[in-house]
């Protein structure tokens, strides 16, 4: 009979929460998408907290990101700033205590001049 330290467990479920977790691939820029939204859950019951990540390509004139969530009586938004190549790849913005509805999200991809390149949606419901 074999005995495992308790150190040993900790790093096996480590690793499995990890890989349960795992770094999305759709989550990963693979210079053919510049922008991808995911939206954690899909399903909620109200007040609901959305958790909005976004991955961006890191491209020189990228300035901002505007995420919104519109329902029809609702409406939230979140600008962040980004630093062209040296941005973060990946945004998490949380929505919180939305009321009931079915709403898009949306991120927005904003370049040097304020011209929008790219937009990202997702839809949720909220109960």
């Known amino acids: 009979m074999w005995t495992v330290s308790f150190k040993k467990t ?24 510049p922008l991808h939204v995911r939206v954690s859950p899909t399903m909620a019951h109200a007040p609901a907290d959305l958790f909005i990540y976004v991955s961006v390509a890191r491209r020189p004139d990228n300035r901002l ?5 519109e329902s029809e009586d609702f409406f939230r938004s979140s600008d962040t700033q980004l630093d062209g190549e040296y941005s973060a790849r990946v945004t998490v913005v949380r929505f ?21 390149t790219e937009v990202a949606k997702r839809t949720v419901e909220v109960f």
């Open 10 to 33: 900790l790093v096996v479920a480590g690793i499995i929460l990890l890989g349960s977790l795992g770094a999305d691939a759709s989550m990963v820029d693979d210079g053919e998408r």
């Open 65 to 69: 990101l505007r995420i919104t969530a």
């Open 96 to 116: 919180r205590e939305l009321p009931p509805g079915g709403y898009e999200i949306k991120a927005e991809l904003i370049v040097a001049g304020g011209r929008t």
